[in-house]
């Protein structure tokens, strides 16, 4: 069974600073996709980045990039240049293959991390 | 841009009430979900349907139905609402078949607090 792990509860960066989110996961599909979502404490999850099992590269969105270790199984999610806007809760997640044929993919998300940034 | 709305942002229900959570997406999405989200418990997948009348079951689906009568809209029923449904409700959509890295949009949640 696929299962997205987050050891961190929460984090505490200074302002300007980079940090680093830590996921790993567990899958036996050979082709799956993991994704990083924000949610302020306004509730709505905003997606932030993606990364494909079979992309050569780490993807990069803006200040956000994913430090991709497919042996290791991590999906690290990095903040460069910190930002106060940037407190938030972080989750986790990975596209899991349909039950049946022709059924939709499902995510399966991590339990979550609260970084704080200090001013 | 995508659009995904909730009926409520806030709700209070009392125990053995009969309660409807409302979901639309503007985007012509096949697939809608709901989840149910608690503290230390990440997001956790009620039901989804991935056609109009074609729900399929979740990882918690106990005590919860849902009704997808038009593509657009996607309810979450609770029959006889219990203390233990208090929690975060989060609705998302998305498509079938688009590129692999087309991710589900959520809409802003309903905290539904049950008396």
């Known amino acids: 069974a696929q299962k997205i792990t987050q050891t961190q509860p929460g984090m505490f960066v200074q302002e300007k600073e980079a940090v680093t989110l830590d996921c790993t996961y567990d899958?036996?599909?050979?082709?799956?996709?993991l994704f990083w979502y924000k949610q302020p404490s306004s509730g709505e999850m905003i997606f932030l980045i993606y990364?494909?099992?079979?992309?050569?590269q780490n993807a990069t969105e803006g200040r956000y990039s994913l430090n991709f270790q497919k042996a290791r199984k991590s999906a690290n999610l990095v903040i460069s240049a910190s930002q106060l806007g940037d407190s938030a809760m972080y989750f986790c997640a990975m596209r899991r293959p349909p039950a049946l044929q022709g059924g939709s993919e499902k995510l399966v998300f991590g339990k979550g991390t609260k970084l704080t940034v200090n001013p | 841009d995508v659009k995904v709305t909730q009926s409520s942002r806030y709700l209070v229900k009392r125990t053995g009430e009969k309660v409807f959570l409302e979901c639309v997406q503007d985007m012509d999405h096949e697939n809608m979900f709901w989840y149910r989200q608690d503290p230390g418990l990440g997001l956790r997948l009620i039901y989804f349907s991935y056609d109009v009348k074609m729900k399929e079951k979740g990882d918690i689906p106990e005590g919860y139905s849902v009704s997808r009568e038009k593509k657009e809209r996607f309810s979450l029923i609770l029959e006889s609402a219990s203390t233990n449904q208090t929690s975060m409700y989060l609705c998302?959509?998305?498509?079938?078949?688009?590129?692999?890295?087309?991710?589900?949009?959520f809409g802003p949640g309903t905290r539904l607090t049950v008396l």
């Open positions: 998302a959509s998305s498509l079938t078949g688009g590129r692999s890295q087309d991710t589900q949009y």
């Open positions: 899958t036996s599909d050979p082709s799956y996709g």
């Open positions: 990364q494909g099992s079979y992309d050569q």
